[in-house]
């Protein structure tokens, strides 16, 4: 019997499994540490037409209550302008905060939390003193992969969208940091001691009053407020669990 069509089909078929494994191989390695952003959760705002430095403005005020013990964490209250329908509307145009820089010497992330803006930027250095690399990814209402850099160098991203992100190094499992961007630069960030904040300089109209918690123990609180010019607009924001 014949036996060489056998052995050619068995080579037509290693071949072809070899083929399928180096394609799944480079699909998982390839795109893992290219520069990507997906915007899962987060929210996108409109910009507009208007300028927060021509905008007449007044100031928020408030004081929040806890329906038990408040965790050591930080809060942030932060304000989201309305529109039509009292949907999210046109956030303004403001002008974004400097970049912030994170270290990452030591395999920490230096600062490890940290409030942002829409449109403001995030550098992570690779400061090491030793010969050692490092990722950037964000999980969470912004996914994005800013890849592998060596020591020396360092990887931006811009955050066009507002949300929470977790950051971690795909390298190291114990690097890890957290982000909250602010739909627009009306925000105030309560320390872990605080229950009082003053938001200034808002531009007048109507907004919803959110609060974000670093450690979730309470609901989140909203409600709306009207920040008229030269005035000040007091808020209770109640926390229950
Ligand atoms: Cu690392």
Request: net charge neutral.
């Amino acid at each position: 019997m014949n036996r060489l069509p056998l052995k050619l089909f068995l080579l037509a078929l290693l071949l072809g499994c070899t083929a399928v494994v180096a394609a799944v191989v480079k699909a998982q390695l390839g795109p893992r540490h290219l520069p990507s952003a997906r915007y899962l959760k987060s929210a996108a705002f409109q910009d507009g037409e208007w300028k927060w430095a021509d905008a007449q403005k007044g100031s928020v005020k408030g004081t929040l209550t806890f329906s038990a013990k408040r965790p050591q964490q930080p809060i942030v209250v932060y304000l989201v302008r309305l529109g039509d329908a009292d949907k999210p509307g046109e956030q303004g145009v403001f002008s974004a905060p400097a970049t912030l820089d994170v270290s990452q010497k030591g395999g920490k992330f230096e600062p490890s939390f940290g409030v942002l803006v829409r449109k403001q930027k995030v550098k992570f250095l690779n400061d090491e003193e030793n010969e050692i690399s490092h990722n950037v990814y964000f999980l969470g209402d912004i996914e994005a992969d800013l890849g592998i850099f060596d020591q020396g160098q360092s990887r931006e991203h811009e955050f066009t969208d507002a949300g929470e992100v977790s950051v971690h190094c795909s390298i190291h499992k114990r690097m890890d940091g957290r982000f909250f961007i602010a739909p627009n630069p009306a925000y105030a960030v309560l320390e872990a001691d605080s229950d009082s904040f003053e938001i200034k300089e808002v531009p007048v109209g109507k907004y919803r009053l959110h609060t974000w918690q670093k450690q979730k123990r309470f609901k989140d609180f909203e409600t709306t407020v009207e920040v008229t010019a030269g005035g000040t607009t007091s808020v209770t924001v109640e926390m229950k669990r």
